[in-house]
């Protein structure tokens, strides 16, 4: 594997010299969290050794390479399988736009985002357990399956079409990431599936050598959870996915901590808005997680926008929703821009959450498109200013609709206006009487003086 991935670099740029022959890129998601890394790596290696002559295969890690230090699991399962992150290849440094003769394998995902549905073209697999969002096409072969790691899904093509690419590098890489997402194999987690336990033990049985199971699952939690040091910047884009519909772009993170010390945070609301008008979201939604004995979730929602319209959507599309039913309690909040929840159904993950979100982003703009509600679709308004804070974020549109202040109205608009019926005539002789009529009135004395 160590080998393969130095040379991948040189594969791409040899491709961009000499576009001859097939370039197969594996692009993970825009989280890049662990799922999304190990299954790029070991499934482009996997092409590496089955594809036809003159045809070569490269993964891509969705994310700029400066944002790869936040995703500290990922960087300790590297480092604990002897790989260099220096090796890799990040979106930053690959221009898939400008590439001739490829095609492209989603996994961890199954739709591209709106900035590249130009590649769309040049997907031609796609192996993924979340749900299908797609379109079928002749062109695509799909493998969707909702099991508990993508990584799953990848150790099952491997073994069935070329189980000698499995070494104990390749194992280690996929068997940590199968007890990550399926946190530990705990049923009480509600993540784990029968076939994700299938090959987590078929994997342990074929590589006796693996680290024990409990042991790499604390590291690599104690990994993710290390959040110390980090921004609120950082936080949100550690593990972070973005859906749009219509005028609403809506960041989704997982955030590791409770709700309660995340809102704790100085200056948290501002830095929010921050964030947003920085990466041009109008919402945020802040999923945090935590675990009772290393095993049970515990989960807590937090929902901020500068605007109580788009705040008051999302809220009460989460707050209604009922496949799955999230059963949210409102929490404190001493923010008046952010919205906070205890979450009922703890096994109610990302995963789950996203579709509600996307479904209330399509059915909103199918009502605006039929209604012709074109609202302003500029990105959220003016963060409102916390007493504690020093400056306050403005956004580059128009004030809020509800900010109290109303429009200066236009002349047109006045009802009564003395121009309605356009300018008075004035002729040169009337004008002449008026100004001396003034003159005679300014000579004369003010009376009682």
């Not at 961890?108 to 073209?121: G, I, M, S, Y």
């Not at 299908?132 to 990848?154: F, H, I, K, N, Y």
């Amino acid at each position: 594997m160590e080998t393969y991935l130095r040379s991948c670099r040189g594969v791409l740029q040899s491709h961009m010299k000499n576009s001859s022959g097939l370039l197969h890129v594996v692009l993970g998601n825009e989280a890049c969290d662990i799922d999304s890394m190990i299954s790029a790596l070991t499934f482009a290696y996997f092409l590496s050794k089955t594809l036809e002559s003159g045809k070569a295969a490269v993964p891509v890690l969705n994310i700029p390479r400066a944002e790869f230090p936040l995703r500290s699991d990922n960087v300790f399962l590297l480092r604990e399988t002897g790989l260099s992150q220096d090796y890799l290849l990040f979106r930053d440094e690959v221009d898939l736009h400008g590439l001739q003769q490829l095609a492209i394998t989603l996994v961890d995902h199954n739709v591209l985002p709106e900035a590249d549905r130009a590649l769309e073209k040049a997907v031609v697999e796609v192996i993924d357990h979340h749900r299908l969002e797609r379109a079928p096409s002749p062109s695509c072969s799909v493998t969707v399956e909702t099991v508990g790691s993508c990584a799953t899904l990848v150790t099952e093509h491997i073994v069935q079409k070329a189980p000698e690419v499995l070494d104990q590098q390749v194992a280690q890489l996929l068997y940590g990431t199968i007890i990550t997402d399926c946190v530990n194999m705990a049923p009480e987690a509600g993540k784990v599936t029968p076939k994700d336990s299938q090959y987590a033990i078929l994997l342990e049985t074929r590589f006796p050598k693996l680290p024990p199971r409990n042991i790499l699952f604390q590291s690599l939690q104690n990994a993710k959870f290390d959040v110390s040091g980090l921004t609120t910047e950082q936080m949100m884009l550690k593990d972070m996915k973005a859906v749009s519909g219509g005028d609403l772009r809506v960041a989704v993170s997982v955030i590791y901590m409770t709700l309660e010390s995340f809102l704790q945070r100085q200056r948290l609301q501002q830095e929010l808005c921050e964030f947003c008008h920085k990466y041009r979201y109008n919402l945020a939604v802040a999923m945090t997680i935590s675990f009772i004995n290393d095993k049970e979730p515990f989960r807590q929602l937090a929902v901020y926008s500068s605007s109580t319209l788009y705040r008051d959507e999302v809220s009460k599309a989460l707050e209604k929703a009922r496949n799955p039913n999230l059963d949210l309690s409102p929490m404190s909040s001493p923010y008046p821009d952010v919205k906070a929840y205890a979450q009922g159904n703890t096994l109610a993950s990302r995963k789950k959450v996203l579709p509600i979100i996307l479904d209330f982003l399509k059915d909103r703009e199918r009502k605006m498109a039929q209604s012709g509600n074109l609202e302003d679709l500029e990105l959220e308004d003016e963060c409102t200013q916390d007493p504690s804070d020093s400056q306050q974020c403005y956004e580059d549109s128009a004030i809020e609709e509800d900010s109290g202040v109303p429009p200066t109205p236009m002349n047109s608009l006045v009802e009564g206006c003395p121009l309605d019926n356009g300018l008075p005539k004035i002729n040169a002789e009337v004008l002449v009487e008026k100004v001396s009529k003034i003159a005679s009135e300014e000579d004369r004395p003010f009376e009682g003086q």
